[in-house]
T-cell receptor, first 113, second 111 residues
Framework: ETGVTQTPRHLVMGMTNKKSLKCEQHLGHNAMYWYKQSAKKPLELMFVYSLEERVENNSVPSRFSPECPNSSHLFLHLHTLQPEDSALYLC????????????FGPGTRLTVT | QKEVEQDPGPLSVPEGAIVSLNCTYSNSAFQYFMWYRQYSRKGPELLMYTYSSGNKEDGRFTAQVDKSSKYISLFIRDSQPSDSATYLCAMIGTSGSRLTFGEGTQLTVNP
């Protein structure tokens, strides 16, 4: 595998379910990000991890819970989501100090029913 | 007011046309400017990365930054159907790691 991978690619879940999104980067980067992409809206930064430490939480509801066990892996744990949370969730990574040079995964298309 | 304004399009041009994509911004702290390209069902990929005012050329692509006007542009020469994608402008200040994106412009190049 190369670059940034994300699983699953598609996810349908009910509002009472618990699921997790997984991201893995094979680039040796030290920073990882979660973004939400909705139609007709700019990419919204959700969380930033630098050297496995969360450095930014962009006022994201607690029903989204990130986890970064090491510099190569990032998870987004989901529980009791709302239909408006349906979106494309993108993971990205960047080298330390290279915040603008981000490498994105293909995303997980999430539908909340 | 949005920090970054980008016309969402859609923009449709014939093959071979010159395409001009633009963004304006309000935050004078932005120092680094990027263009990302996103194909359908894919994540964004970095296309161009520029610092401060001026032009940067890479093949058929030219990125232009005018900090005095808070205006950036991406020009695509001899556009190809394979250029059909959504183009996202993005910018960042010198401190922190938070990229601010535009809404994206959907471009279709017709053969």
């Amino acid at each position: 595998e190369t670059g940034v991978t994300q699983t699953p690619r598609h996810l349908v879940m009910g509002m009472t379910n618990k699921k997790s999104l997984k991201c893995e980067q094979h680039l040796g980067h030290n920073a990882m990000y979660w973004y939400k992409q909705s139609a007709k809206k700019p990419l919204e930064l959700m969380f930033v991890y630098s050297l496995e430490e969360r450095v930014e939480n962009n006022s994201v509801p607690s029903r989204f819970s990130p986890e970064c066990p090491n510099s190569s892996h990032l998870f987004l744990h989901l529980h009791t989501l709302q239909p408006e949370d349906s979106a494309l969730y993108l993971c990205a990574s960047s080298p330390m100090g290279g915040g603008g040079e981000q490498y994105f995964g293909p995303g997980t298309r999430l539908t909340v029913t | 007011q949005k920090e970054v304004e980008q016309d969402p399009g859609p923009l449709s041009v014939p093959e071979g046309a010159i395409v001009s994509l633009n963004c304006t911004y309000s935050n004078s702290a932005f120092q680094y400017f990027m263009w990302y390209r996103q194909y359908s069902r894919k994540g964004p990929e970095l296309l161009m990365y520029t610092y401060s005012s001026g032009n940067k050329e890479d093949g058929r692509f030219t990125a232009q930054v005018d900090k005095s006007s808070k205006y950036i542009s991406l020009f695509i020469r001899d556009s190809q159907p394979s250029d059909s994608a959504t183009y996202l402008c993005a910018m960042i200040g010198t401190s922190g790691s938070r990229l601010t994106f535009g809404e994206g412009t959907q471009l279709t190049v017709n053969p």
